[in-house]
Protein backbone atom coordinates (compact mmCIF):
# COMPACT_ATOMS: atom_id res chain seq x y z
CA UNK A 1 0.00 0.00 0.00
CA UNK A 2 1.61 3.55 -1.08
CA UNK A 3 1.06 6.14 1.13
CA UNK A 4 -0.04 8.94 -1.08
CA UNK A 5 -0.89 12.69 -0.32
CA UNK A 6 -2.76 14.52 -3.26
CA UNK A 7 -0.25 17.53 -3.95
CA UNK A 8 -1.62 19.66 -7.24
CA UNK A 9 -2.56 19.57 -10.74
CA UNK A 10 -0.25 21.24 -13.39
CA UNK A 11 -1.89 23.81 -15.71
CA UNK A 12 0.26 25.07 -18.90
CA UNK A 13 -0.65 29.01 -19.10
CA UNK A 14 -0.15 31.13 -21.97
CA UNK A 15 -1.67 34.75 -20.61
CA UNK A 16 -0.01 34.73 -16.60
CA UNK A 17 -1.48 38.24 -16.27
CA UNK A 18 -5.37 37.21 -16.85
CA UNK A 19 -4.66 34.02 -15.58
CA UNK A 20 -3.27 35.70 -11.93
CA UNK A 21 -6.64 37.56 -12.35
CA UNK A 22 -8.61 34.23 -12.31
CA UNK A 23 -7.28 32.50 -9.66
CA UNK A 24 -6.89 35.81 -7.28
CA UNK A 25 -9.88 37.49 -8.02
CA UNK A 26 -12.38 34.97 -9.11
CA UNK A 27 -11.34 32.20 -7.15
CA UNK A 28 -10.20 33.76 -4.44
CA UNK A 29 -6.42 31.98 -4.27
CA UNK A 30 -3.36 33.16 -2.73
CA UNK A 31 -0.17 32.75 -4.34
CA UNK A 32 2.16 30.55 -2.57
CA UNK A 33 5.40 30.47 -4.38
CA UNK A 34 7.00 31.45 -7.37
CA UNK A 35 9.89 29.94 -9.27
CA UNK A 36 11.72 31.05 -12.26
CA UNK A 37 13.93 28.54 -14.22
CA UNK A 38 16.89 29.25 -17.25
CA UNK A 39 16.25 26.42 -19.28
CA UNK A 40 13.72 23.39 -19.59
CA UNK A 41 13.03 20.67 -16.83
CA UNK A 42 14.54 17.33 -16.75
CA UNK A 43 11.80 15.59 -16.19
CA UNK A 44 9.46 17.65 -18.25
CA UNK A 45 7.37 19.48 -15.62
CA UNK A 46 6.96 22.58 -18.53
CA UNK A 47 6.63 20.40 -21.44
CA UNK A 48 8.79 19.40 -23.90
CA UNK A 49 10.14 22.78 -24.01
CA UNK A 50 13.43 23.62 -23.32
CA UNK A 51 13.37 27.08 -22.92
CA UNK A 52 12.73 29.94 -20.53
CA UNK A 53 9.61 29.10 -18.01
CA UNK A 54 8.22 29.41 -14.42
CA UNK A 55 6.08 27.74 -11.62
CA UNK A 56 3.61 29.48 -9.65
CA UNK A 57 2.03 27.36 -6.51
CA UNK A 58 -1.85 29.03 -6.04
CA UNK A 59 -4.11 27.29 -3.83
CA UNK A 60 -6.29 28.39 -0.61
CA UNK A 61 -3.47 27.48 1.73
CA UNK A 62 -0.26 25.66 2.15
CA UNK A 63 0.40 23.13 0.31
CA UNK A 64 0.98 20.45 3.26
CA UNK A 65 -2.57 21.34 3.98
CA UNK A 66 -3.99 21.69 0.86
CA UNK A 67 -4.65 20.54 -3.11
CA UNK A 68 -3.06 23.53 -5.15
CA UNK A 69 -2.70 24.77 -8.99
CA UNK A 70 0.85 24.45 -10.59
CA UNK A 71 0.83 27.17 -13.13
CA UNK A 72 3.14 26.56 -15.52
CA UNK A 73 4.54 29.74 -17.85
CA UNK A 74 7.31 28.91 -21.31
CA UNK A 75 8.63 32.17 -21.84
CA UNK A 76 7.37 32.85 -26.08
CA UNK A 77 4.64 30.42 -25.83
CA UNK A 78 1.39 32.24 -26.67
CA UNK A 79 -1.29 29.27 -26.95
CA UNK A 80 -1.65 25.71 -25.97
CA UNK A 81 -3.94 23.57 -27.94
CA UNK A 82 -7.00 21.23 -25.47
CA UNK A 83 -7.63 17.83 -26.00
CA UNK A 84 -10.33 16.57 -24.64
CA UNK A 85 -8.36 14.58 -21.70
CA UNK A 86 -8.98 17.35 -18.56
CA UNK A 87 -12.64 17.57 -17.84
CA UNK A 88 -12.42 19.92 -14.42
CA UNK A 89 -11.38 20.78 -11.32
CA UNK A 90 -14.26 21.17 -8.29
CA UNK A 91 -14.12 23.73 -5.96
CA UNK A 92 -17.22 24.43 -2.77
CA UNK A 93 -17.09 28.12 -2.89
CA UNK A 94 -20.02 30.34 -3.20
CA UNK A 95 -17.81 33.48 -2.83
CA UNK A 96 -15.92 32.46 -5.89
CA UNK A 97 -19.45 32.70 -7.53
CA UNK A 98 -20.10 36.63 -5.63
CA UNK A 99 -16.55 37.67 -7.25
CA UNK A 100 -16.92 36.38 -10.02
CA UNK A 101 -20.57 38.06 -10.85
CA UNK A 102 -19.08 40.93 -9.65
CA UNK A 103 -16.25 40.87 -12.00
CA UNK A 104 -18.63 39.84 -15.00
CA UNK A 105 -16.80 36.68 -15.63
CA UNK A 106 -18.56 34.12 -17.24
CA UNK A 107 -20.64 31.74 -15.01
CA UNK A 108 -22.01 28.95 -17.42
CA UNK A 109 -23.88 26.02 -16.31
CA UNK A 110 -23.58 22.20 -17.65
CA UNK A 111 -25.31 19.18 -16.12
CA UNK A 112 -26.59 21.04 -13.60
CA UNK A 113 -23.28 22.17 -12.48
CA UNK A 114 -22.33 26.32 -12.39
CA UNK A 115 -18.54 26.75 -13.51
CA UNK A 116 -16.16 29.32 -14.33
CA UNK A 117 -13.64 28.84 -17.05
CA UNK A 118 -9.84 29.76 -16.79
CA UNK A 119 -7.60 31.36 -19.64
CA UNK A 120 -6.82 28.81 -21.75
CA UNK A 121 -10.45 26.82 -21.32
CA UNK A 122 -9.65 25.46 -18.30
CA UNK A 123 -13.37 24.74 -16.84
CA UNK A 124 -13.51 25.03 -12.82
CA UNK A 125 -16.94 23.41 -11.61
CA UNK A 126 -18.21 25.35 -8.19
CA UNK A 127 -20.11 23.59 -5.74
CA UNK A 128 -22.68 27.03 -4.29
CA UNK A 129 -21.73 26.59 -0.79
CA UNK A 130 -19.78 28.72 1.66
CA UNK A 131 -15.93 28.13 1.33
CA UNK A 132 -14.93 25.43 4.25
CA UNK A 133 -12.83 27.26 7.17
CA UNK A 134 -11.98 23.60 8.26
CA UNK A 135 -10.45 21.98 4.97
CA UNK A 136 -9.72 22.49 1.59
CA UNK A 137 -12.23 24.18 -0.73
CA UNK A 138 -10.87 21.33 -3.18
CA UNK A 139 -12.95 18.34 -3.50
CA UNK A 140 -11.71 16.55 -6.67
CA UNK A 141 -9.85 16.78 -10.21
CA UNK A 142 -11.97 15.13 -12.89
CA UNK A 143 -9.92 13.44 -15.96
CA UNK A 144 -11.09 11.57 -18.65
CA UNK A 145 -10.43 7.94 -19.75
CA UNK A 146 -11.20 5.68 -22.42
CA UNK A 147 -11.67 2.37 -20.42
CA UNK A 148 -12.74 2.62 -16.94
CA UNK A 149 -12.26 -1.02 -15.53
CA UNK A 150 -8.72 -0.72 -17.14
CA UNK A 151 -7.98 2.78 -15.37
CA UNK A 152 -9.05 1.34 -12.53
CA UNK A 153 -7.01 -1.46 -12.49
CA UNK A 154 -4.13 0.76 -12.78
CA UNK A 155 -5.15 3.85 -10.28
CA UNK A 156 -6.33 1.27 -7.37
CA UNK A 157 -4.49 -2.35 -8.36
CA UNK A 158 -1.60 -0.95 -8.75
CA UNK A 159 -1.38 2.35 -7.51
CA UNK A 160 -3.41 1.89 -4.30
CA UNK A 161 -5.91 4.55 -4.28
CA UNK A 162 -8.86 4.03 -2.78
CA UNK A 163 -12.36 3.53 -4.25
CA UNK A 164 -14.72 6.37 -2.96
CA UNK A 165 -17.25 5.98 -5.32
CA UNK A 166 -17.86 4.12 -8.29
CA UNK A 167 -20.42 4.02 -11.53
CA UNK A 168 -20.25 1.73 -14.60
CA UNK A 169 -18.58 5.34 -16.14
CA UNK A 170 -16.78 7.01 -13.25
CA UNK A 171 -15.04 6.06 -10.21
CA UNK A 172 -13.82 8.91 -7.72
CA UNK A 173 -10.43 7.80 -6.07
CA UNK A 174 -7.79 9.01 -3.06
CA UNK A 175 -5.00 8.28 -1.02
CA UNK A 176 -7.44 9.15 2.13
CA UNK A 177 -10.82 10.97 3.01
CA UNK A 178 -9.28 14.23 3.91
CA UNK A 179 -7.96 14.79 0.80
CA UNK A 180 -8.58 16.00 -2.47
CA UNK A 181 -10.10 13.28 -4.81
CA UNK A 182 -9.28 12.31 -8.46
CA UNK A 183 -12.22 11.27 -10.56
CA UNK A 184 -11.84 9.33 -14.14
CA UNK A 185 -15.04 9.57 -16.22
CA UNK A 186 -14.79 6.99 -19.35
CA UNK A 187 -15.85 8.87 -22.04
CA UNK A 188 -16.30 6.08 -24.54
CA UNK A 189 -13.76 7.23 -27.16
CA UNK A 190 -9.60 7.64 -27.10
CA UNK A 191 -8.39 10.17 -25.23
CA UNK A 192 -6.74 13.40 -27.10
CA UNK A 193 -4.47 15.44 -24.69
CA UNK A 194 -2.70 17.86 -27.58
CA UNK A 195 -0.58 20.28 -26.48
CA UNK A 196 -2.27 21.78 -23.33
CA UNK A 197 -2.31 18.52 -20.85
CA UNK A 198 -1.75 18.65 -17.78
CA UNK A 199 -0.18 16.21 -14.89
CA UNK A 200 -1.55 15.04 -11.50
CA UNK A 201 1.25 15.14 -8.48
CA UNK A 202 0.95 13.08 -5.38
CA UNK A 203 3.55 12.87 -2.49
CA UNK A 204 5.11 9.41 -0.87
CA UNK A 205 7.76 8.72 1.37
CA UNK A 206 10.99 8.66 0.03
CA UNK A 207 11.70 4.85 0.24
CA UNK A 208 8.29 3.97 -1.40
CA UNK A 209 9.09 5.42 -4.65
CA UNK A 210 11.71 2.43 -5.84
CA UNK A 211 8.42 0.22 -4.80
CA UNK A 212 6.34 2.30 -7.13
CA UNK A 213 9.29 2.31 -10.01
CA UNK A 214 9.36 -1.76 -9.61
CA UNK A 215 5.66 -2.51 -9.32
CA UNK A 216 5.22 -0.28 -13.08
CA UNK A 217 8.25 -2.25 -14.35
CA UNK A 218 7.11 -5.38 -13.60
CA UNK A 219 3.41 -4.45 -14.97
CA UNK A 220 5.00 -2.71 -17.96
CA UNK A 221 3.76 0.15 -17.32
CA UNK A 222 4.92 3.55 -18.82
CA UNK A 223 7.71 5.36 -16.66
CA UNK A 224 8.26 8.80 -18.73
CA UNK A 225 10.84 9.99 -16.41
CA UNK A 226 12.79 7.14 -14.01
CA UNK A 227 13.62 8.45 -10.27
CA UNK A 228 15.53 11.57 -10.64
CA UNK A 229 16.58 14.08 -8.40
CA UNK A 230 15.36 17.78 -9.42
CA UNK A 231 16.92 21.05 -8.12
CA UNK A 232 15.53 24.67 -7.58
CA UNK A 233 17.72 27.23 -7.12
CA UNK A 234 17.87 28.34 -3.29
CA UNK A 235 15.12 25.43 -1.75
CA UNK A 236 15.27 21.76 -1.53
CA UNK A 237 16.08 19.45 -4.08
CA UNK A 238 13.48 17.02 -4.52
CA UNK A 239 13.26 13.12 -5.91
CA UNK A 240 10.51 12.27 -8.59
CA UNK A 241 9.43 9.43 -10.85
CA UNK A 242 7.13 10.33 -13.60
CA UNK A 243 4.44 7.56 -14.47
CA UNK A 244 1.71 7.44 -17.62
CA UNK A 245 -1.61 5.82 -17.01
CA UNK A 246 -3.20 3.80 -19.64
CA UNK A 247 -4.89 7.09 -21.26
CA UNK A 248 -1.17 8.75 -21.18
CA UNK A 249 -2.30 11.06 -17.89
CA UNK A 250 1.28 12.39 -16.61
CA UNK A 251 1.34 10.99 -13.06
CA UNK A 252 4.38 12.40 -10.48
CA UNK A 253 4.90 10.85 -7.58
CA UNK A 254 7.64 13.30 -5.44
CA UNK A 255 9.71 12.20 -1.88
CA UNK A 256 7.29 13.70 0.63
CA UNK A 257 10.05 14.63 3.13
CA UNK A 258 11.57 17.00 0.77
CA UNK A 259 9.03 17.99 -1.08
CA UNK A 260 7.79 19.68 2.27
CA UNK A 261 10.72 21.47 2.58
CA UNK A 262 10.76 22.84 -0.83
CA UNK A 263 6.84 23.96 -0.65
CA UNK A 264 6.95 26.10 1.87
CA UNK A 265 4.77 29.26 1.49
CA UNK A 266 6.92 31.94 0.42
CA UNK A 267 5.80 35.60 1.40
CA UNK A 268 7.45 37.23 -1.37
CA UNK A 269 6.19 35.25 -3.92
CA UNK A 270 2.92 37.43 -4.93
CA UNK A 271 5.26 40.54 -5.35
CA UNK A 272 7.43 38.22 -7.46
CA UNK A 273 5.05 36.85 -9.57
CA UNK A 274 4.10 40.48 -10.36
CA UNK A 275 7.63 41.45 -10.65
CA UNK A 276 8.36 38.97 -13.44
CA UNK A 277 5.13 39.51 -15.10
CA UNK A 278 5.67 43.09 -15.59
CA UNK A 279 8.99 42.90 -17.05
CA UNK A 280 8.14 40.25 -19.45
CA UNK A 281 8.80 40.99 -22.77
CA UNK A 282 8.35 37.33 -24.40
CA UNK A 283 4.64 38.71 -25.19
CA UNK A 284 5.67 41.77 -26.91
Not at 48 to 57: D, E, G, L, Q, V
Not at 150 to 171: C, H, M, P, Q
Not at 198 to 213: E, M, N, V
Amino acid sequence: MISGRALHFVFKVADRTLTAKFYRDVLGMKVLRHEEFSEGCEAACNGPYANRWSKTMIGYGPEDTHFVVELTYNYGITHYEQGNDFLGLTVQSSESLKRAAAMNWPVKEQNGLKYVEAPGGYKFYIIDKPQPADKDPVVKVSLACSDIARSIAYWNGLLTLKIFEKTDKSVLLGFSDDQAKLELVDIGEPVNRAKAYGRIAFSCPFDQQPIIDQKMQEAKEKILTPLISLDTPGKATVRVIILADPDDHEICFVDDESFRQLSQVDPASDADLDKFIKSDKSRN
